[in-house]
């Protein structure tokens, strides 16, 4: 099959499991209403699970293949495109497999689908930015995430941050604590979840001192949603004490 038959086959496996009421519940809870971060996205009701079920039946598609579903106005045909990309990424980097060629064709085809407004909504980001792009960086320069937190772009800017996760997961905080200064302004409180999101992953896994020792110079600063994830798994009375420093 050429690469246009591949898509479409996906999106007919897609198709095969979708469902009309949690297309309805979905495109409500991703806010694609008029004025909202997600307006305009199109949903076909296809959960989480069922669509990495789809992606994983389809591994070997073609890069081009993939392009496709991330050019589709539909969610979910995005999101298996993003996992058939990881899986891509993901068998560059096995031992048996190992091709850095075909790794940075994968993590330039994922930049690309970023920058041209692909990898648009949360759940998009969340599930690629780290196992691709992070996973990607981490023993390179990480020059990229610093331009991508300065994006106008919300999902740029969230691509940026969420990325630091597979840091995180290494045992280096450094990169997240750098970033997280710049976006205290940041007026989105998608951005505002995020950072505060990977700021706790610092405290949880990496060195809770560094957590309390970023919260003491910037509680005051942060907003109130960010101070609110950051602080989630501290005591009741160490969040008091840094909701009371804004």
Request: charged share 25%; no cysteine; glycine share 6%.
């Amino acid at each position: 099959m050429d690469a246009e038959q591949q898509a479409a086959a996906v999106v007919e496996a897609l198709a095969a499991v979708a469902d009309a009421g949690d297309a309805a519940f979905l495109a409500g809870f991703f806010k694609t209403g008029p004025g909202q971060y997600g307006e305009g996205d199109e949903f076909i009701g296809v959960r989480v699970p069922a669509t990495r079920k789809v992606a994983k039946a389809f591994a070997g598609i073609e890069p081009a293949a993939i392009d496709i579903l991330l050019d589709s106005p539909v969610h979910e045909h995005r999101l298996a495109a993003l996992f058939l990309l990881q899986a891509r990424f993901d068998r560059s980097r096995a031992r048996r497999t190992a091709d850095p060629v075909a790794e940075a064709a994968a993590v330039e085809q994922y930049l690309a689908a970023v920058r041209r407004g692909r990898v648009n909504n949360w759940d998009l980001v969340d599930s690629s930015a780290g196992p691709i792009l992070g996973r990607w960086l981490l023993d390179k320069p990480r020059d990229l995430l610093f331009e991508l937190a300065r994006s106008e772009v919300l999902w740029e800017r969230r691509v940026g941050v969420l990325a630091t996760l597979a840091f995180i997961q290494a045992g280096d905080a450094s990169t997240t604590l750098e970033l997280a200064p710049l976006l205290l302004d940041d007026r989105h409180d998608l951005m505002h979840k995020a950072v505060g999101w990977m700021l706790r992953e610092v405290g949880k896994r990496v060195d809770r001192s560094l957590l309390t020792g970023f919260l003491d110079e910037y509680a005051a600063r942060m907003p109130r949603t960010m101070l609110s994830y950051a602080t989630e798994h501290l005591t009741p009375e160490e969040r008091a004490h840094y909701r009371a420093r804004r």
